[in-house]
């Protein structure tokens, strides 16, 4: 009924609006048709006019404008930004993503945050458009960047401009069957040389998510699975950093944080299967699945800088603890008698400690820039998982079929040699890096140990020339590594239901990624075209046992897969109270796909397409409709169904700017649930779908007051802590 109300009422808004600018559109029509005959086009007394400059590129990359900028003043946070820039996407659960589906690394004004993916989108949810000067995303990193960073998203936040106080306040509130809310206080002080700031966030609210799916072998039973999950989060954040200028040429910075997440889950389930010609039921269960959830971070990260004329010399250290705990229970009932079937608990415990250093120098010669660099890194984790079972004497008893232990120490030795010139309108960029990894794995339970020592090299070279003002082309190369992360290692258990799991592989191997794409701009018209081959690439692939109905995904490396990517993007200011910028992608993927004694190997294409309308309104009002639409998608194995989704918000600016207002609804028509098909129905008929509650009424605010613009500096981020998810 919210729905349609919205729908009816956005509809009218255009009618009522449309006849009342009918009269001023004319007139500006007639106006700039006089005034700029040769430069517009009349359609139907609509001019299309060329939008403003807020996207170039730098060598390449595409470099977004941000603060300012009105296609975003209706974004509530940064990380919605991101979802209307081009070449970014932003999944149901708040993943991002550049170049299909590949996870890029995240830099605060050129150097990786340090923060877990759910830290990084608390952050990123604090951020408002105003304190983001600009957004750059490279897709095909030089060999300068950690080799595991495929994609890197540049985010540029406002340089301080005035000494003294601020403060600002940013809250959100989104609100379906539950509500979640989230609050972030920035404080900072300035004195010219010394900076301290200060970043409190809390966070809290429900959250729900559906699962439903299907498994059927030939010539077995029929397994129908329905889950229903509620999460009540709580997230308390805080960040203190102090920035010393000692002078023109020194500079020294200390960060410390602390995050903290409580997470109370509730699952309930259902599993119903009937005999192949479903008319007999075999089972009829239900299930439940508490789990209280905890994660406790501390960090502390310490850098250096010094810069004289043409030489910079920097230095960064890093320090992250991450704990985590969690308590499941696994309750099997029976639908009918209500009797317990089969009851289990789960104690997990996880620790992850993670120390890096690195020492990067640079020397610029006349228009020569020659830069070199060395990092160190060790992870250690440790994860400890016991599960005790209800036994037939109503007692709890250790399990050694679930139980595990698994520990996993990694050290990365890294260096980097780069070299850039400038010749008239032509520039090029080489480099080399090194990457040498020692780690071993250890399943202390199953007896299995895993150890790898590897040197490699990883090449980067590209060039760009600049025919003029309007047009420039771009072409890069560069080879990239994909170490597994923890998790996918980790051969533990991790339960969607009682009979459908996935476990991690200690013996998976990182892949490798070699490509080469194109860019050229005609204007505000981007285009670039991407083509590249990925060898040992690592996925998942389900295992179904017909005599006890388990459902595994385990993992695994596929031996290749290539890949291609066609993009354009272009903004079109229909006039000036109405501006469109449009995103069309195109993605081939052919995997070669070993499974079951067969392989399987197919071409795939699909494309996706995203329209973001801004409408300046009258009184400063501005409205925004974003709406996108992925095709029909998927691997060698399965198909992902297509989807789309609209997004409508207003905003307005009170009190000279200080005070902003949005309001709005995300996934107006609740469209955006993914879900997925086995290919190949004479092995298996195998349906998910996955639901998020991302179609919800959005109220946002915030506040700011003082004299300064300084920018809270954010902790640094490094490869290894990205793998921490």
Known sequence: MIIKLWYLLFLFFLLFFGKAQQGVVKAKVRDSLAEAKSSTTNISEVVIQSAPRKMKLNDGNLIQSVAGNKDFKTSTHLLDVLRKTPGVTVDQEDGIFVGGRITPAILIDGKPVVMSNQELQTYLRSLSPDMVESVEVNTNPSSKYDAEFKGVIDIKLKKNINLGWKLGYIGNVYINKFNYHENAVNISYHTGKVTYSVQAVYNEGISTYRYHALQHLANTNI??????????????????????????????????????????????????????????????????????????????????????????????????????????????????????????????????????????????????????????????????????????????????????????????????????????????????????????????????????????????????????????????????????????????????????????????????????????????????????????????????????????????????????????????????????????????NYEFRPYLDEVFALNIYNYELRLNQVFSLPKGFTMNVFGSYESKTGNSLYIIKPRYTIDVSVQKSWLDNKLNTKIGFNNLLDSYEQKLEFRHKQIMDNRLTHWWDSSRFVFSLSYSIGSTRYQVKETQKTEEENRTR
């Open 223 to 588: 397994m129908r699975t329905r889950t229903y999950q509620e999460d009540f989060g709580k997230v308390y954040n805080l960040q203190a950093g102090v920035d010393f200028r000692l002078n023109d040429k020194n500079r020294v910075g200390l960060n410390l944080r602390g995050n903290f997440r409580n997470i109370d889950r509730i699952r309930n389930g259902s599993l119903y299967t009937t005999d192949q010609s479903e008319n007999k039921v075999v089972v009829n269960t239900v299930s439940e699945n508490p789990t209280d959830y905890s994660q406790d971070n501390y960090g502390i990260a310490a850098d250096y800088s010094f810069q004289n004329k043409g030489f910079k010399l920097s230095f960064l250290g890093n320090y992250l603890s991450v704990k985590n705990k969690q308590n499941d229970d696994f309750i099997n009932k029976d639908q009918d008698k209500a009797n317990i079937l089969s009851y289990w608990k789960s104690d997990l415990f996880n620790k992850i400690n993670i120390n890096t250093a690195q020492i990067d120098a640079s020397q610029k010669i006349n228009n020569i820039d020659i830069e070199a660099g060395v990092k160190y890194s060790h992870s250690d984790t440790n994860n400890n998982i016991r599960y005790d079972t209800l036994s037939t004497g109503n007692q709890f008893v250790f399990d050694p079929t679930r139980s595990n232990i698994f520990s996993y120490k990694e050290k990365i030795w890294a260096g980097y040699i780069a070299y850039r010139q400038k010749m008239g309108n032509f520039q090029i960029n080489a480099g080399l890096r090194f990457e040498h990894t020692n780690s071993i794995s250890n399943a202390v339970t199953v007896d299995s140990v895993v150890s790898r020592n590897y040197l490699k090299w990883l090449p980067s070279l590209s060039a760009a020339y600049t025919f003029n003002a309007s047009n420039e082309l771009s072409l890069s190369y560069s080879r990239r590594i994909t170490r597994p992360v923890f998790s996918q290692l980790n051969p533990f258990r991790f339960y969607f239901s009682p009979l459908n799991y996935w476990i991690g592989n200690p013996y998976l191997l990182p892949s490798f990624t070699s490509q080469i794409k194109a860019t050229y701009r005609h204007k505000n018209w981007i285009t670039s075209f991407t083509v590249g081959k990925e060898h040992d690439v690592m996925t998942r692939y389900p295992l179904y046992n017909p005599k006890t109905n388990v459902l595994e995904y385990l993992g695994t490396n596929l031996p290749y897969r290539n890949f291609a990517i066609l993009e354009t993007s272009f903004p079109v200011r229909i006039t000036k109270w109405w501006n469109i910028i449009s995103q069309i992608v195109g993605y081939y």
